[in-house]
């Protein structure tokens, strides 16, 4: 088994994070640093920072609604923090990333194996938005929008985009590129001032007051595991 996938599942962090750990070379294994790309096998010794991986606590999933200022980042060095802004009394790392400017929802968890399965663009699923920008949306802007829009030496995939009012519209993506969004109106001659996630998958946060946080229900999380379980990991 590789590296990464080996410490998802054990929950300590994603693949993504074990990854930057490799390249921080804090992980040996059988007491040599270890190398991208490591394959694990039964009776090897892994070690984070010379300690053990914790064995693994219950799953836990928590859909957050996250303020404007808070930074969607497991690293305690980074002022604002999303881990110790929620100050949850366990170890819980964010899916994906919510930018800085933005607010809404974003969900949590301890869950290393399920973050590529949501985050991979090819699986869809979606993440929706509400979206304010700086004048008025025209009927350009939303076959633009939807269309695909060169942003990062690529191409945006097609996505729902509606008008909601003169200066407000609702996108739901299939990716995640870094500011997407943003990007996306740029190109098109528009500057958001406000953006908002309100759904990932099948969890909103109906309800939720900003800056509050709550652990899915079991009809969310097993519809939302029963999505994830056609998703063929690659």
Known sequence: MRINKYISETG???????????????????????????????GDVVLIDGQ???????????????????????ARTVDGNII??????GRI?????LDKDSQGLILMTNDGEIVNKM????FGHEKEYVVTVDHKITDDFIKRMSGGIEILG???????????????????????????????????????????RIRIMNVTMDGLEMG?????????????????????QL
């Open 52 to 74: 053990v991986i914790p064995e693994k606590a219950e799953a836990v999933y928590i859909a957050l609604h996250k303020p404007v200022g808070i930074t969607c980042t497991a």
């Open 84 to 89: 110790d802004f929620m100050n949850y009394p």
């Open 93 to 97: 790392f964010p899916i994906g990333r």
């Open 119 to 122: 985050m991979r663009s090819e």
């Open 12 to 42: 300590f962090c994603s693949r993504r994070a074990t990854n930057r750990l490799i390249e921080e070379k804090r992980i040996t294994v059988n007491g040599a640093v270890c190398e991208p790309g490591a394959m694990i096998s039964p």
């Open 212 to 232: 509050k946080w709550r652990e899915l229900t079991k009809i969310e999380l097993a519809n939302m595991l029963d999505q994830l379980a056609d998703t063929v």
């Open 154 to 196: 690529t191409t945006t995939k097609h996505c729902k985009v509606s008008r909601i009012s003169d200066n407000e519209f609702r996108i739901i993506l299939t990716q995640g590129l870094n500011r997407q969004i943003r990007r996306m109106a740029k190109e098109c001659g528009y500057r958001v001032t406000r953006l908002e």
